[in-house]
């Protein structure tokens, strides 16, 4: 196809159109919804493989809508009444359909490309660490683009009418819909097992992703190469549906999206840890002493460096041999609702923690003793808000720092904090030092295990 053609295609074609309905309306729905693709660590534009897998979130509402506008393009020839005319010229009919089928690929592929490059340009902003493993969860959120128009002209060539383009739309809404419900369900680790859903090889025969939960995590090479079998048998039905003629050839035509769909099932895991997938070169450890952050925090490093050192060395000083020897980003991904896994050798931490991302300086320092001493036991992706914990961890900072008494907690329920706190150091200060030690070890204790209550622990009580 010369660029003469391509001219004329683009000019008489919807190609353009689909293509800047898929930009546009993916940058809209980016930048005009406040939601869980702005927050933290796995911000569409704080890594490479976020941004990726964010953008392929979006194919949820773009893949229908490629897939009518597809359609809407397959019935070009119907809607000016040469079909007959155009069969009876020499030209094969291949070539026809490869001429409009490539520029609309072109469009589209190019759209989305462009959506890549608008969250690309503000990743190399905010983060040092660059690598290729991104490019095929991109690479197959293109090809779907171009499989769902492609099978959308196919569909609508095969079956020629004003109705096929809303039901083509309207029954790629759906079947998104149903891949996005046929998540399994498991339980988690926790004791009362709070349910959450887990993807499933069915579900991953969706253009579309799950939202993104860590930042560590991307799809298998598994993954990618079933989506890609699947995909490219639907766009091969596609294009064979639009070039044939005869009913016999139209029904042959589709065999290739069957035998791609069986195929992709085959491929893809069945095992739900198979599926998302620990990048391990963004897991690895970045140190500065003592002090560690994965690869794809390493421009935090710096600032985080001199306070963390400081915290070791107070609670060093405070607790003895029993203080933890290390700062180190926690890499550990489980799943939502478990109960968190602390370490008494090191103070674990998490840049989307608030606490510990918002802060600096000796405010960090304060926030990483909190993380080394009561590091909170909430069901990882729950948030909330214990009294007893947080007057807790008001006690442990000041007792290790040598403060006069806790300092206010920055909460709405300070006061409620406060009038808990108070009594509670006032008694703890009263003891001897080796019987504030001992308090102050069994409330650690308890804290990093979360099978016992900080506070009753601090305040000679039984666990929970």
């Keep these: 196809m010369n660029i003469r053609i391509l001219r004329i295609e683009l000019k008489r074609s919807v190609a353009p159109w689909a293509g800047a309905v898929v930009l546009t309306a993916a940058l809209a729905f980016l930048y005009l919804v406040d939601a869980e693709w702005w927050r933290g660590t796995t911000a569409w534009t704080a890594q490479w493989t976020t941004l990726a897998l964010w953008t392929r979130s979006l194919l949820f509402y773009l893949w229908p809508i490629v897939v009518g506008l597809g359609s809407l393009q397959g019935l070009r ?96 809404f759906v079947f998104t819909v149903l891949m996005s419900q046929s998540h399994s369900r498991t339980e988690t680790s926790t004791a009362p097992g709070f ?51 005869a009913p016999r050839t139209k029904v042959i035509a589709l065999a290739p999206v069957l035998a791609g769909g069986i195929i992709a099932l085959l491929v893809l895991p069945s095992d739900p840890r198979r599926i998302y997938v620990m990048d391990e070169t963004a897991a690895e450890l970045v140190c500065e002493g003592p002090v560690c952050v994965t690869r794809t925090q390493q421009a935090r490093l710096a600032d985080l460096a001199d306070p963390g050192r400081k915290a070791l060395s107070l609670m060093r000083g405070a607790l003895g041999g029993q203080a933890p020897v290390s700062v180190r980003e926690d890499h550990a991904v489980l799943p939502d609702g478990s109960t968190p896994r602390w370490s008494r050798e090191a103070v674990l931490f998490d840049f989307d923690d608030h606490t510990v991302a918002s802060a600096k300086d000796e405010e960090l320092t304060r926030a990483l003793i909190v993380k080394g001493m009561v590091p909170g036991c909430a069901p990882v992706g729950w948030e909330s808000f214990d009294l007893k914990e947080v007057a807790a961890q008001s006690i442990a900072v000041a007792w290790v720092l040598g403060e006069d008494e806790p300092i206010d907690s920055p909460s709405a329920a300070s006061s409620e904090v406060r009038a808990l706190a108070r009594p509670a150091w006032k008694n703890l200060r009263a003891l001897p030092p080796a019987e504030q030690l001992s308090r102050i070890n069994a409330m650690r204790t308890a804290a990093l295990s979360c099978k016992g209550d900080p506070f009753d622990a601090l305040s000679g009580g039984a666990a929970r």
């Design 77 to 172: 020839d119907h809607r000016s009444k040469t079909v007959e005319l155009l069969t009876s010229t020499p030209r094969p009919a291949w070539h026809r359909a490869a001429t409009s089928a490539g520029t609309t690929a072109l469009t589209l592929a190019s759209a989305f490309a462009l959506l890549v490059l608008v969250g690309g340009v503000q990743v190399l902003a905010n983060t040092e660490y660059t690598h290729l493993g991104w490019l095929p969860i991109s690479l197959v959120g293109a090809l779907s683009l171009v499989a769902g128009a492609v099978l959308g002209m196919g569909v609508a060539r095969a079956l020629p009418s004003a109705l096929t383009p809303p039901a083509m739309a309207m029954g790629a």
């Design 195 to 245: 349910p959450i859903t887990e993807p499933t090889r069915i579900s991953l025969l969706s253009p579309a992703v799950q939202e993104v939960r860590d930042a560590l995590l991307t799809l298998s090479a598994a993954v990618h190469a079933g989506q890609t079998i699947w995909l490219l048998g639907m766009a091969v039905t596609g294009f064979a549906l639009l070039v044939a003629t």
